[in-house]
């Protein structure tokens, strides 16, 4: 095993740079965290300004896209929810929404997809890994994001068609506890995710623990991935300007072999040092380190082949592998040119669901630039919500998701067990027949209805 092997925490004396420097990192990020607490008489308020030091932080507290009276009525209200979940317990403004659901923040995942096919091309096991995890890194910058997607409602789907030969499809399978389920393919590979995010509320920042399970199978050697990501920081919620940070480890696993990633997310250090860099190797299957991998989850990716101490091969250098593609200047919600794919009709399928998320009148209304109206339609679907949950309860029905089905299995994670669900291939079957239809109704035309009962009277 490597010195300072990322399995152990980054502990151990050894002599190997690029685990020195990794480790050196780490350290730095974690000791120098700049924050104010008890600011301007907020009990309990912690203001962390990434780009300078304590000094500053009371300055930093004022910033941000919350007006003063809005900041502290925010604050009133919210406080009585540090330590505790709030992931669907809360109803929030629309000011700090993006005009995107968690379903289509799924499908993000799907921008570098092309990395997972070449993983199934490749015959290097250990590239193989290079280029998985790549593309389970890739999607962090989409993640930095610093605005909240909407919840789905219960029912509610996802779908893309067909993008680099990729097929998407997301449901919100559950309210309480909020969970979504998501299947992708093409002809490399097939991607099932089962996903029930856990947040901790701290005051002015909160934590987002991804409890979940994602597979990716690679189809021309049956491989198995399993992907273990690591939680996120929100920062400056209420006061100062709002930023995300990863710290921590990401492990993706070979379950067919036994080869294993560990890469390090740095956490954000004194000046902002540390932060975006990633560090880590590629493990064989007797845990020996095969091949450095280095970079910054906002930029790029690299590799280099390692010895068994994990130092840089002789007559190796390292190699891109995976590099940010241009995105929008200015753009509003920081949006990539693939976001705006994915909340655009151009890559929605023939016969469009009429529980897709493109459709949802609150969405829409903020992409447009109508927070009133927005704020009404969300108001007024999470009280649909709650009428059906009523009828349910009333009626002695429960709620059975159209294209994913519960299994008896669940799966421990690092933040508490999972209920797993799997694709049950019924999309498919209605996506065939829905192509073939002569029915061009224009998506745009479609009601949002992902409802249940669509008589509530009854």
Request: charged content about 25%.
């Amino acid at each position: 095993m490597a010195p300072n092997d990322p399995k152990n925490g980054g502990g151990g004396g050894g002599s190997g740079f690029f685990a020195s420097l990794a480790s050196s990192i780490s350290s730095l990020g974690s000791a120098m965290t700049k924050s104010v607490n008890g600011l301007v008489g907020y009990e309990g308020l912690e203001v962390i300004n990434p780009e300078g030091s304590t000094e500053d932080a009371a300055e930093e507290a004022n910033r941000g896209r919350w007006k003063q009276e809005d900041r502290d009525g925010y604050w009133k209200m919210m406080q009585k929810y540090i330590g505790s979940d709030v992931t669907s317990m809360v109803t929030l403004p629309v000011i700090i929404f993006e005009p995107m659901t968690m379903l289509q923040k799924m499908a993000e995942l799907m921008e570098y997809s092309h990395l997972l096919d070449m993983a199934d091309e490749t015959e290097d096991p250990y590239m193989r890994m290079v280029y998985a995890s790549s593309w389970a890194i890739s999607v962090y910058f989409a993640f930095q994001r610093t605005w909240k997607p909407f919840n789905p409602i219960l029912g509610e789907t996802y779908e893309m068609a067909n993008y680099n030969g990729v097929n998407f499809i997301s449901e919100q399978v559950s309210h309480h506890p909020p969970m979504s389920a998501g299947h992708a393919e093409n002809e490399h590979f097939t991607y099932d995710c089962t996903s029930k995010l856990k947040t901790k509320f701290l005051g002015n920042s909160i934590d987002v623990y991804p409890v979940g399970r994602t597979r990716v199978t690679l189809k021309r050697d049956g491989v198995v991935l399993d992907l273990v990501p690591p939680l996120t920081k929100v920062h400056n919620l209420i006061f100062g300007r709002t930023w995300v940070d990863s710290p921590g480890e990401m492990i993706m696993t070979n379950m067919t072999t036994g080869d294993k990633v560990v890469l390090y997310f740095q956490p954000c250090g004194w000046f902002g040092s540390g932060r975006y860099e990633v560090d880590g190797y590629v493990y064989n299957a007797n845990e020996e380190p095969k091949i450095l991998m280095t970079g910054k989850w906002n930029e790029s990716m690299s590799y280099q082949q390692c010895d068994g101490e994990g130092e840089p091969l002789p007559g190796t250098e390292l190699k891109e592998v995976w590099k940010l593609a241009d995105a929008p200047k200015d753009d509003k919600y920081q949006y990539t040119h693939f976001a705006h794919k994915i909340n655009s009709f151009d890559t929605a399928p023939k016969k469009l669901l009429p529980s897709d998320s493109r459709l949802r009148p609150d969405r829409y209304a903020l992409e447009m630039g109508d927070m009133s109206k927005s704020g009404n339609e969300k108001s007024s679907m999470e009280e649909r919500q709650r009428a059906e949950k009523r009828t349910r309860e009333e009626k002695g029905r429960s709620f059975t998701p159209k294209w994913f089905d519960i299994t008896e299995e669940v799966t421990p994670t690092p933040w508490g067990d999972l209920e797993v669900y799997q694709f049950n291939g019924k999309y498919l079957e209605h996506r065939e027949a829905a192509d073939k239809s002569e029915d061009n109704t224009d998506p745009k035309s479609i009601p949002f209805n992902p409802w249940q009962f669509q008589d509530m009277s009854t």
